[in-house]
């Protein structure tokens, strides 16, 4: 007799896999220029200051054994170090907790945030990995529309006004994947308002801040309202083998993420923990290390944005190229990007619709391109070949 | 306004911290000898090939990027050539699902299989990583005792008959920790039909199976059915630090595992992996490196057993020094473990009283010591002064 597995079937309807790890298998065709992926260019990664970092941690048996569930001590005064600069004010230890990855921090926090059938606020289109997590911790979900400014608030007010409470209201806040845009100053001031009044969590999700090209962004969602929840990650900007990623929040909350750790994997590693340290605490080649990552993205980044305006003109409207690793273009004459996919595939070129980053439905003309791992030549190569399948 | 966290509280009070880590903060004074830890020795840990291992993967960028979720495909490879003899038959790649150590999978394994209140029968003294997973996930729990051959079977078997159906069956099938026992082969054949008969999943949870001291391990339960998932890890005989544990499981539950996986942290680490990889892809290495081991541990697993035996005679019964890295200890005289623990403390020696292993409650008298980080000498002066504290 076989054994049942009633949730499994259930679950695996209720977690659609990610629309863009699907199509990543069918794009990796070598005549295929892919702007479908969300990888950072591992040609930029520091390959030699890791293997160093790495050396250096293997001379002795300290980074051997398993570590702390919060992280590496030394590793979270480092960060603590970092984000007190960001937020501009002294941020404890307590506060400072190391994840696998940020897409774990968010993981945990839903668990210890929400109980089913609580109310999460994510922004339209939405980040795939965010939904995954609220959807999977049985949340129920209403969607705020972003422009060029960030997520409505305004909406948001709206929706306050009518009775509904949030127990979190997650933003992607800086270079929005996949929607490109910034949140605006004022935005994040409302969003502290509105968080403060009403008291809800908000989940400010940064992984891409530190990749600004002309300016800097605004200060963190988090310097306005201690109900904020701050996550970032060496992943865009150092290696995503580290998979350290890192929350700040609470200590109340940080504690309630300590006991979900140690019954979701116990601890990272001590070895990718201290070359992450290593290399975060190197504070003057890590500003000369993320110049250089802004300087070529920005640059391959510009070149996308600027083929797209002169090949489509008025057909495609599309964010600009202020940072992050994506543009989000939408074609104001309706075309289905759904429908476009399989003729941008014959023409070898390979994008995500706007459909796989939608909460409900929607987006149907839209689509996410991806600048990092392509020189400026080759994106302009590859808006040509859109063009050929746009027709 | 704070935030509400309706979630945080209760949670709260389901996940009691493992007291095995709360009492590891106590018990880092110098003075003591502690046994209650649960670790690998970090100075039998191959530092040296570790290193070279990450000097290697570092030589390219391919260790720098994301990797696939259900982990690197060539350390799947080397996993299925080594469950495949381990299990007698042909492992396929689909079956290998690489996890940030094997408590991972039981965390994931636990979302994919249990629906909440589904019933998870575990053993009684009970491995605490598990006992949290499944209360976390909303399980309804039902013990099953150990004696010296394993998991009593025929209790199972009468639950059976009662009419309780369990979801999944959990065990530890070699070197249990804490009970120090190796269930039988009559015992594994049945477990193994019991499955059969009733469909349930058992997960058959061996990190200790490879560290036999004086005779290997009878096959796996997983050799004797198909509804048997085994987990692994290479935390025990290489080094906690790679984060790498392992399943095999039946394709479509590595496919609901893979989902949440990616929800949970995307994957693991591309470098960690490599490196584990090239260690256990190594097997004549390897044989010597884990036979050392061994060796090590078997010595002082001895001198552990031999003090207490010595020094406590009929007083305390203890498990044999088989393999793994815990012995288990009951007091005859009903002696308190836990009321113990303060005067052994104050004679200089740590441990874990048996009432933090407990399902619901019992194993007063007893207590786990861990051998793997001590040397003889040192452990028979723990032996020494645990008599001391017990006058």
Redesign the interface.
């Known amino acids: 007799?076989?054994?049942?597995?009633?949730?499994?079937a259930s679950?695996?309807d209720n977690?659609r896999?990610?629309a863009i790890?699907d199509l990543l298998k069918l794009t990796t065709r070598a005549e295929i220029i892919s702007l479908a992926g969300g990888?950072?260019d591992?040609?930029l990664?520091p390959?030699d200051r890791?293997?160093a970092a790495?050396?250096a941690a293997?001379?002795t048996?300290?980074?051997?054994?398993?570590?702390e569930?919060p992280g590496w001590a030394p590793l979270r005064e480092v960060l603590a170090v970092r984000e007190s600069a960001r937020l501009g004010r002294q941020v404890e230890l307590a506060e400072v907790f190391v994840?696998?990855?940020s897409?774990?921090a968010l993981?945990l926090l839903a668990?210890?945030?929400?109980?089913p059938g609580?109310l999460v606020v994510v922004e339209d289109p939405a980040y795939v990995?965010a939904l995954?997590?609220f959807r999977?911790a049985g949340a129920r979900i209403v969607a705020v529309p972003l422009d060029a400014e960030g997520m409505r608030t305004d909406v948001l007010e709206d929706l306050l006004a009518r009775g509904e409470r949030p127990?979190v209201v997650h933003t992607v806040s800086n270079f929005h994947n996949p929607g490109g845009v910034t949140m605006s100053r004022e935005r994040r001031v409302h969003l502290a308002e509105l968080?403060?009044?009403?008291?809800?969590?908000v989940i400010e999700d940064d992984p891409y801040g530190e990749l600004w090209f002309d300016r800097p962004t605004p200060a963190p969602v988090a310097t306005h309202s201690?109900?904020v929840i701050r996550l970032s990650s060496a992943?865009k900007i150092l290696?995503?083998?580290?998979?350290v990623g890192w929350l700040i929040a609470p200590e109340?909350?940080c504690?309630?993420v300590?006991?979900?750790k140690?019954?979701?994997?116990?601890c990272?590693?001590?070895?990718?923990q201290q070359m992450a340290a290593a290399l975060l605490a190197d504070e003057t080649w890590l500003a000369g290390h993320v110049a250089h990552v802004r300087a070529v993205y920005g640059e391959r980044a510009k070149a996308l944005v600027h083929a797209v305006r002169t090949r489509f003109g008025d057909r495609v409207r599309c964010s600009d190229a202020a940072g992050g690793m994506f543009v989000w273009a939408d074609f104001t004459d309706g075309t289905d990007t759904t429908a476009l996919l399989s003729h941008a595939l014959d023409a070898g070129v390979a994008y995500v619709p706007g459909s796989a980053f939608a909460v409900d439905a929607g987006h149907r003309s839209a689509l996410r391109m991806c600048f990092t791992t392509s020189d400026a030549e080759t994106l302009g190569d590859a808006v040509e070949r859109l063009a050929v399948a746009a027709g």
């Open positions: 007799m076989s054994p049942t597995a009633p949730a499994l679950k695996l977690l896999s990610s790890r990888l950072p591992a040609q990664m390959r890791l293997a790495a050396e293997l001379t048996q300290g980074c051997l054994q398993y570590t569930s994840t696998h990855g897409q774990q993981a668990e210890v945030l929400l109980d609580a990995g995954q997590v999977a127990a968080a403060q009044a009403h008291g809800f969590w201690r109900n992943s290696s995503p083998t580290l998979r109340s909350v504690r309630g300590e006991l979900l140690q019954g979701a994997d116990l990272g590693s001590a070895l990718t």
